[in-house]
């Protein structure tokens, strides 16, 4: 017993003299292999140099990085909208919103979408001329009815002025749900552009885990809120108007309760969408940041004291890497979160003028008298403000997808 006791302290003995060697081999032979130049390097970009600023290892990131989808809708909005929005050089929005190089000018465009909607107002003042003389004949023909020895012919002649509003009212309520409906297509599909691009620069930046969360409820958010203010918000409204506006020409069918609770329904579904995406999003982002933050932290210690002479180095170019990338990633956010209030805001402005008009119509003319005539002008305006607003809320929720999305993954740099 004494004798296989000693023999296996022996080989206990001589494992670790062995261990010892090839810990001081390798310790000789790196440094001759570094110094030497045959070291393997790891495929793809090289990591920024040290003396390169932020700014640079950013640019030169950007450069390896395509932005096509982003590049086309914003050439696309320059070519629909010019003089509204600023100008930027070819291949040059994204380096627009780089720290240190703001080049893109937020005042020029508040001007420009301000000029947008002035000059939507000035577009529509033939239909709100058109609007004042038919109210006014319609006011008058429902004054001097008792003049007339058969009060027949004076409700024809209302009843046809009445007719061709409603006729405008619909037109102009059909011209505003296009308007919108191609704002949410247009949105969507620059969402569906954009969105492997920008995860792609999470992930890059560190954030592994929240470009996975992120893109099957992004994906799923765009299509959902797509498809319920296309089939259910904008028929409800449409339905709410067409209630309302029979119960203001007829004296014995009113249906006004039944129309506010459509109406109340259709902004309850809006309202209910908005808020359980804005939670989801939230929480969904600072639970997978820090989860990515603590990760890459517990990797870099690893590869900083763990791996032998490189191990060191390798941490600090993944971290440069990282940072550039970051930089990157919110630069393109901001460049994709601008492009999609763009999309939005320009039919909706549209969309907004119509509504002033009708408004501003039954306004300047509610002195004449409580006629059904300027009421229906009022639900008309009332409508289209609704229409206004749910095109605003779906362009502000793809908006602030993008926006948790960054300020989520900036949150795994903070721990990080």
């Known amino acids: 017993m004494r004798r296989a006791a000693q023999d296996f302290s022996h080989r206990k003995l001589a494992r670790k003299i062995l261990l010892m060697l090839f810990v001081f081999a390798c310790l000789r032979v790196a440094p001759i292999a570094y110094a030497s130049g045959s070291i393997p390097t790891v495929s793809g970009p090289p990591p920024p140099s040290a003396s390169a600023t ?26 629909k909208y010019n003089g509204y929005i600023p100008t930027t050089s070819e291949g040059q929005l994204v380096p627009a919103f780089f720290p240190g190089n703001p080049s893109f000018h937020y ?18 003042l033939r239909l709100l001329g058109v609007l004042l003389i038919l109210t006014v004949l319609a006011s008058v023909l429902e004054t001097v009815q008792s003049a007339f020895a058969s ?4 409700k024809v002649g209302f009843w046809a002025v009445q007719l061709v509003l409603i006729v405008l009212a619909v037109s102009s309520f059909h011209d505003a749900t296009q308007f919108a409906s191609g704002a949410i ?3 969507t599909a620059f969402m569906y552009g954009s969105l492997p691009v920008l995860l792609a620069l999470i992930a890059a930046s560190g954030g592994l885990t929240s470009a996975a969360a992120f893109h099957p409820m992004i994906v799923f958010i765009v299509n959902a809120m797509g498809l319920i203010v296309h089939n259910w918000v904008f028929p409800l409204i449409f339905f709410s108007a ?17 129309a506010g609770f459509i109406k109340n329904v259709a902004l309850a579904v809006l309202g209910l969408g908005m808020s359980a995406f804005l939670g989801i999003m939230s929480v969904q982002g600072s639970l997978t940041s820090i989860s990515d933050g603590v990760a890459l932290r517990s990797a870099k210690y690893v590869a900083s004291n763990l791996v032998p002479v490189i191990g060191k180095a390798l941490s600090d170019a993944s971290e440069s ?3 550039a990338s970051l930089i990157v990633k919110n630069a393109t956010g901001m460049a994709s979160a601008v492009l999609l209030l763009l999309i939005c805001a320009f039919p909706a402005l549209k969309i907004l003028a119509l509504s002033i008009v009708y408004n501003g119509s039954a306004a300047l003319l509610q002195p004449l008298g409580d006629s059904p005539v ?3 002008l009022s639900t008309i305006g009332k409508s289209l403000g609704l229409v206004f607003a749910a095109v605003a809320a779906v362009g502000i929720m793809f908006f602030f997808s993008i926006v948790i999305a960054i300020a989520a993954t900036n949150l795994t740099a903070f721990v990080r």
């Open 54 to 79: 932020p700014l640079q290892s950013a640019t030169a990131q950007y450069q390896s990085v395509s932005q096509n989808a982003i590049e086309q809708a914003w050439n696309q909005l320059d070519t």
């Open 107 to 124: 005042r020029d465009l508040l001007q420009g979408l301000l000029r947008y909607l002035v000059n939507a107002l000035l577009e529509n």
């Open 151 to 154: 009060q027949v012919a004076a």
């Open 185 to 187: 297509d247009t949105m």
């Open 242 to 258: 067409v209630l309302t506006i029979v119960s203001t020409i007829s004296d014995r069918y009113k249906v006004t309760a039944l």
């Open 321 to 323: 890497i990282a940072g």
């Open 374 to 376: 300027i009421a229906t």
